[in-house]
T-cell receptor
């Protein structure tokens, strides 16, 4: 069975600083995708960034980037120049290719402080 | 706006009752997924439909059922409700069934409270 673990239930960061959220996963599959979703207080689930496992290059979306370590099964999210609007719960998620089913971690609540 | 519409936004009902949650996927998306988010279980995958057919099942109780109609909208039926069924129920859609890293687009959820 596939599992996703986020070991940091809560984190905080000062505005304009950088923060890294951790995620590890367990799978025997070789073809899969990884995602980070953000859930602000409005409770909407918003895609932040995605990574295809066969790509060695780490994905980047503006202030958001990942550190994908396939051998270590690690997929951390780095948020640079944190903004107050980044305050949310962040979920790491895993999808085996050709299934479409997302498996989520337990989430990390991030508080950006002014 | 994700383009995925869920109704109703809130639902309050009593134990033993039956409710139906509705979802309209994003235009062009063929896959619909249902997820349950609760404090103790986190985000749990319930079921997936692709172009009208059941594609995958997760931790869905026998009291729960779903279907996807020819116009691609989907309904999740919850019956014999228990207090523990209180949760946020998300619908999500994607263009395919996982053949590409197409992200899932989530609706705003239906908050179900069972009293």
């Amino acid at each position: 069975a596939q599992t996703v673990t986020q070991s940091q239930p809560e984190m905080s960061v000062q505005e304009a600083e950088t923060v890294t959220l951790s995620c590890t996963y367990d799978t025997s599959e070789s073809n899969y995708y990884l995602f980070w979703y953000k859930q602000p207080p409005s409770r909407q689930m918003i895609l932040v960034i995605r990574q295809e496992a066969y790509k060695q290059q780490n994905a980047t979306e503006n202030r958001f980037s990942v550190n994908f370590q396939k051998a270590a099964k690690s997929f951390s999210l780095k948020i640079s120049d944190s903004q107050l609007g980044d305050t949310a719960m962040y979920f790491c998620a895993f999808m085996i290719s050709n299934t479409g089913k997302l498996i989520f971690g337990q989430g990390t609540t991030l508080q950006v402080k002014p | 706006d994700s383009g995925v519409t869920q109704t109703p936004k809130h639902l309050i009902t009593a134990t033993g009752q039956r409710v139906t949650l509705r979802c309209s996927p994003r235009s062009g998306d063929l896959s619909v997924y249902w997820y349950q988010q609760s404090l103790d279980q986190g985000l749990q995958f319930l079921i997936q439909y692709y172009n009208g057919e059941e594609r995958a099942k997760g931790n869905i109780l026998e009291r729960f059922s779903a279907q996807q109609f020819p116009d691609l909208h989907s309904e999740l039926n919850l019956s014999s409700l228990e207090l523990g069924d209180s949760a946020l129920y998300f619908c999500a859609s994607s263009v395919d069934a996982g053949t590409s890293p197409s992200p899932l687009h989530f609706g705003n959820g239906t908050r179900l409270t069972v009293t």
